[in-house]
């Protein structure tokens, strides 16, 4: 386990930023521990930038995404939020849901619009162009007017926060979740912090339950993570530290609490005598010795700001983990889909041909790029506008969104009617048909978009 990043090392990571997804369990403080990260980045120099002549530059400001239908206020700005583009309420209302299916199912309204955000975050966290004059460095992008305005190296973004609802479970469980999880952590390097309430979890039993839960993120997502003791101001997260790294610390608390009959063993005022707890509890910490081995854990103040530098640090340690660890397996990951996907629509092109009894593909072009709008969007929002004045309810563009799919999978079947066309047209050629013949089925094809 990492307690500290220790001294800032020479960096081997790349210049991308690091996206810091926020997750933990209802009121331990996501939001404000979010608000704590913002004003940070805000105020404090970045020892990284590279301009001698300004040498306070504070932290270029954070790309912040807030990914929380359910949040009545969040104290700061986000530049993509969930809120603008599905209304909770509503959702819950004509789908006649409880609060937490109200959640999911504005994370699956929202996950349909994944493509958009993270091309959004592509374009605001794009690196500089190669110039010849160092000082003079800039990354064009683009405003809300869709004017072209040079950004300072110092205000590239570095970093995107993600806040998420505190029904954890919503979302990192639920198949949206997945999808904006992955869609971000196959772009950028993704951290998740995961945030703990410390006072509550003060007690052996709690603060195994804590570990489980993170356990059983850190599984599900496969993304590296950080533990944020939160709250350090009312309760210091020394003890937590300690049992993460000293079973015999662990045993000893352990044992103190089953003497006092928190277990409802014997001596207990409540319960009677089972006094199982103390023993699983024995057992887990030795399984999750291992766990705790691939954490950082920082305790940290949202409050005071105690511990932020720290967990800065913990991110960039994270950060050359992720690249050097997890970035390859992602990327096998995503080159094993895209054959998986390419091999599948082979087949079913085979297949077409040998029913149309036409000689088997020479081969495959290329999908064409989508075509892309003049007018770019400055915010998910935003696009949505721009495809949608009439917003109805916030998910009223949703059937828009479908047509936008099967926009793209007809830029497939444009590319296949293509292929289809000219292998048509040579095994017509071969066989001695007529033109009719030809021209005919290349206008049922025209029409069908796929023959
Ligand atoms: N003393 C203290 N209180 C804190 C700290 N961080 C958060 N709180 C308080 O904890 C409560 C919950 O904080 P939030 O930031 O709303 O927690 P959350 O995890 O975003 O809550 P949900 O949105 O319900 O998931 C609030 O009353 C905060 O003021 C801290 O570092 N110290």
Not at 68 to 84: E, G, M
Not at 138 to 160: L, Y
Not at 391 to 419: L, P, W
Request: charged share 25%; proline share 7%.
């Amino acid at each position: 386990m990492a307690t500290s990043a220790g001294p800032a090392a020479p960096s081997t990571t790349s210049n991308a930023p690091v996206a810091i997804v926020c997750v933990g369990m209802a009121g331990s403080g996501k939001t404000t521990f979010m608000q704590r990260l913002v004003s940070h980045l805000y105020t404090h120099p970045d020892p990284t930038v590279r301009e001698p002549a300004v040498p306070k530059t504070p932290t270029a400001p954070p790309y912040i995404l807030n990914l929380d239908p359910a949040v009545h206020h969040v104290p700061f700005t986000p530049n993509i939020d969930i809120r603008d583009s599905v209304n909770y309420k509503e959702v819950m209302k004509q789908f006649n849901l409880g609060p937490n299916g109200g959640i999911l199912t504005s994370l699956n309204l929202f996950s349909t619009k994944i493509d958009q955000v993270i091309s959004l975050l592509e374009k605001r966290t794009k690196p500089p162009e190669p110039v010849a004059e160092p000082e003079q460095t800039t990354v064009e992008f683009m405003t809300n007017t869709g004017k072209a305005t040079p950004v300072p190296e110092s205000q590239q973004v570095k970093h995107i926060l993600v806040d998420t609802p505190g029904q954890i479970e919503v979302f990192v469980w639920s198949a949206s979740g997945e999808i904006l999880l992955s869609s971000l952590a196959s772009t950028f390097p993704t951290v998740i912090a995961y945030v703990i309430d410390t006072p509550r979890t003060t007690s052996t039993s709690t603060f195994m339950s804590n570990m489980l839960y993170a356990c059983s993120i850190l599984y599900k997502t496969k993304l590296p993570m950080i533990l944020v003791f939160n709250k350090t101001d009312v309760q210091n997260a020394d003890f937590a530290k300690e049992w993460m790294t000293d079973f015999e610390a662990f045993q000893d608390a352990l044992r103190k609490e089953e003497e006092g009959g928190s277990f409802g063993g014997e001596g207990s005022a409540v319960g009677g005598g089972s006094g199982y707890m103390g023993s699983l509890l024995n057992s887990m910490s030795l399984v999750l010795d291992e766990f705790y081995k691939h954490l950082s854990v920082v305790g940290v103040s949202a409050m005071t700001g105690e511990g932020i530098d720290e967990f800065f640090k913990g991110v960039n340690a994270k950060k050359e983990e992720f690249e050097r660890d997890y970035k390859p397996e992602l990327e096998r990951r995503r080159a094993e889909r895209e054959s998986a996907k390419v091999a599948h629509r082979q087949r079913e092109l085979s297949k077409l041909m040998k029913d149309m009894n036409v000689g088997p593909s020479k081969g495959k072009k290329p999908a064409k790029p989508r075509p892309t709008t003049t007018e770019e969007p400055d915010t998910v929002s935003d696009a949505e506008d721009m495809d949608d004045k009439s917003d109805n309810a916030g998910f009223g563009n949703y059937d828009e969104i479908m047509e936008d799919n099967d926009d793209s999978d007809d830029a497939d079947y444009a590319d296949t009617d293509d292929t289809l066309q000219s292998r048509y047209q040579t095994a017509l050629k071969n066989s001695g048909a007529s033109d009719d013949q030809d021209m005919s089925f290349l206008r049922m094809m025209h029409k069908a978009k796929l023959g």
